[in-house]
């Protein structure tokens, strides 16, 4: 009968399951919500939201209530059967997404029968209770070698006993602590479920009243013996139907069965003992409201007296004292409700990680660093969009590239002449470019052409620059100069002034001819040009005392190429 029960079970679990996987879960709470967070929390929340802590308050979630009805099954001495109704109440309230605690309070009836003769019956108070004059077995005790206690047959006082067939009713009540275990809230692949697993384990009290079905509607005592046991010849169910048809056949269960007597506690009249469950159970989500729960659950009492019965018999016909306890099993299926205002779902139902996965996706209180783009050579445009590395100081376009007005290939922070047309170029290194000019008249040499001077073939020579009191070359002074030097190459009949200036003092005219002395030597030593194709001039007015000016030299010009210096013994820095 026990398999019945289980494939009722499995039944309805199949059933719903397809349903509870159906389920779509709402969003979860939003973790923002202050009224949603109780007061002795709220210091937690507020250095959540203003980012001094990194987690949030826990909310304040609902209590469940549930109520459920099932089957309950005693394991003893006696086969069980199935008896209707037992009833369930519980409340339920979480202390953290995993564990919760539950108090629960379940009413249930359990019966049994056997389907084989008891011969030793009168080792069962329940049994010769009922059977008043009719007479009863003297027995005698002994203890067995491994320490059992065994009562056999004695002499016969009275009137020889037929043989009985057990039989029980008992009614279980019983109060409990259960602290329970959810096992699937936690999830990495999805925000929620429509079901929930979880275990269980608690402890708690059983009261329970077993009666025995001993007399029958004319309160006599049942005649067994024109039943013949269930074996290989009879069945059960051929077995049973024979004890329905006895004549006084009926199911009052009048008999109280054994107890433990005034020697246990009793709680109402009943025998009181303390019990501890263990179970598992699963519940589908009909709302965020209701849901429906199937649960397992197995009771045990240290007490052999559930089913009234605490003698197995030996074929041989022994009663033996058995020293294993009964236990009861429980399966349900009930309806729950969760209850509560300004309360997010009870937190089994919550998936810790929402909120994690939630801000990472779409971030609302993360305190994201501002974001540094490197620029290596300080242009304005990032190094992931730069296709060149500029020099410092020079414009480019969006793509970080130097800008080239004219187009002559010479970058405008480098271009001397910043619009060169195009029928003069190409242009040399400073972007300057050699423009044909027309000849006035036929008399001109190339008819049409007249002969450039220097300063057209030199073009706009560059300034050298000096650091305050120092007459040292500069590395982008030795670059300027190069490029000097190659367009007096090119052209060998050009000579070029070289001019300092200031000389309001002896420093500073001392220093204005170390400039100009310092450009020469350079072009002379290092760049191999002769010393006769320049034009000392130093402290001069209306430049800067820091800056050498070159410029070609016009036709018929001439100058000192050397020049004496002014205060050769002043102290120089």
Known sequence: MASKKYLLLAGMFCLLASYGYSQRVGASYDVKDSSLVPSKRMPQHTEFLNGTYNFPAKPRNQWEIGIKAGLLNVSGDIPSQLAFPSLGLHVRKAFGYIFSLRAEYMYGTGKGRTFN?????????????????????????QISANGDLQISNGTSLGTTLEPVYYNYKTHIQDLSIQGIVTLNNIRFHKAKTGFNFYGFAGVGGTVYDTKVNALGSDNKKYNFASITPANAYKSRRDTYKAIKD????????ETDAENQGPRRPKLFGNTFKPSGTVGVGVAFKLSNRLNLAIEDRQTFVKDDLLDGQRWQEHAWGDAVLTRDFDSYNFAS???????????????WWLNPLDYAYSEIRNPRLMRLPKPVLPDSDGDGITDQFDQEQTPQGCPVDSHGVSKDTDGDGVPDCKDKELITPTYCQPVDADGIGKCPVPCPDSTCPGWGIRQQS???????????AFKTGSNKLSDDAKAVLASVASRMRNNPDCKVVVVGYCSSNKKEQQLSWDHVNAVINYMVEKEGLSVDRFIFQYGQEGGDCNTVDLRAAGEGEEGPNTVPAPHPNLRKN
């Open 454 to 464: 220097c300063a057209d073939k030199l073009g706009a020579l560059p300034s050298v």
């Open 117 to 141: 003769q008891a011969n030793n019956f009168w080792n069962n108070p329940a049994w010769t209770r009922s059977l008043g004059s009719q007479g009863y077995f003297a027995p005698t005790r």
């Open 333 to 347: 299926i009930g309806l729950n409700i969760n209850l509560g205002a300004k309360a997010v779902e009870p937190l």
């Open 246 to 253: 006895l004549p006084n056949w009926d199911k009052s269960y």
